[in-house]
T-cell receptor, first 114, second 111 residues
Framework: GAGVSQSPSNKVTEKGKDVELRCDPI?????LYWYRQSLGQGLEFLIY????????KSGLPSDRFSAERTGGSVSTLTIQRTQQEDSAVYLC????????????FGNGTRLTVT | DAKTTQPPSMDCAEGRAANLPCNHS???????VYWYRQIHSQGPQYIIH???NNETNEMASLIITEDRKSSTLILPHATLRDTAVYYC????????????FGSGTRLLVRP
C-alpha cells in the first residue's frame, strides 16, 4: 500500500522567504509527527498530532515554525522568514495511534536556504 | 526514555548474517526496544520491535537478553541493499510518541 508521501522532495529558497512543506500520511493513521534531520545529525522531534490536534509542539525551534493538520489527514509545516540554519531534511511520519504502533516515515523534504 | 549505546560502525560479507548489538542497561519494565534503519537519502524504515520475548519478521530477528539490558538485531542473510545506518531505540508504551534517535550503527555489507 501507499506509504507516507511528502512534497516537495527538494526545496531551495532564499533567506527570508516563507515555505510550506506537505505531508500525506498513510490512510487511517491518526497520529502524525514531524521531525528534522540536519546534515550528519540525528533526528530532532518537532511536533506531534493526534487527529487534528497537536498535544505536543515542544520541538518547534521558534515561533517562525508552525504546523497544522486538517481532516485528520494532510499536514502542512510552515516556516516563516527562513534562515540558513533552517536548512535540513524535514521528515514526516504517521502511525495508527500513539499506543506503541510503529512510526512509518516518508522520504522527507530537503530544504536548502540560500 | 532509556539511553541506548551502539557501535558506530560494523561490516559483514554479503550472504552472511549481520548481528547488530545494542546496550540499554537503564531500560524500564514498560519500555519497548525498536529498530529502524536509514538508507542514504531516505526516511527511517521500521524494522522490528519487542518487549521481552524474541521477535522475528520477514526482515529480521530481535533477540532480547533475559535481563533486557541488551539486544541484538539479526539480518540472517545480508545483502548489499542492507547497507544503512541502524538505530536502536527504547520507547515507553502508551506515553512516548517521541522516538529519540541516537547516532546508530553504520553497517557496510561487503560484496
Amino acid at each position: 500500500g501507499a506509504g507516507v508521501s511528502q512534497s516537495p522532495s527538494n526545496k531551495v529558497t532564499e533567506k527570508g522567504k516563507d515555505v510550506e512543506l506537505r505531508c500525506d500520511p498513510i490512510s487511517g493513521h491518526t497520529a502524525l509527527y514531524w521531525y528534522r534531520q540536519s546534515l550528519g545529525q540525528g533526528l530532532e522531534f518537532l511536533i506531534y498530532f493526534q487527529g487534528n490536534s497537536a498535544p505536543d509542539k515542544s520541538g518547534l525551534p521558534s515561533d517562525r515554525f508552525s504546523a497544522e493538520r486538517t481532516g485528520g489527514s494532510v499536514s502542512t509545516l510552515t516556516i516563516q522568514r527562513t534562515q540558513q540554519e533552517d536548512s535540513a531534511v524535514y521528515l514526516c511520519a504517521s502511525s495508527l495511534s500513539r499506543d506503541n504502533s510503529p512510526l512509518h516515515f516518508g522520504n522527507g523534504t530537503r530544504l536548502t536556504v540560500t | 526514555d532509556a539511553k541506548t549505546t551502539q557501535p558506530p560502525s560494523m561490516d559483514c560479507a554479503e550472504g552472511r548474517a549481520a548481528n547488530l548489538p545494542c546496550n540499554h542497561s537503564t531500560i524500564s519494565g514498560n519500555e519497548y526496544v525498536y529498530w529502524y534503519r536509514q538508507i542514504h537519502s531516505q526516511g527511517p524504515q521500521y524494522i522490528i520491535h519487542g518487549l521481552k520475548n524474541n521477535e522475528t519478521n520477514e526482515m529480521a530477528s530481535l533477540i532480547i537478553t533475559e535481563d533486557r539490558k541488551s539486544s541484538t538485531l539479526i539480518l540472517p542473510h545480508a545483502t548489499l541493499r542492507d547497507t544503512a545506518v541502524y538505530y536502536c531505540i527504547v520507547r515507553v508504551a502508551l506515553s512516548s510518541y517521541k522516538l529519540i534517535f541516537g547516532s546508530g550503527t553504520r553497517l557496510l555489507v561487503r560484496p
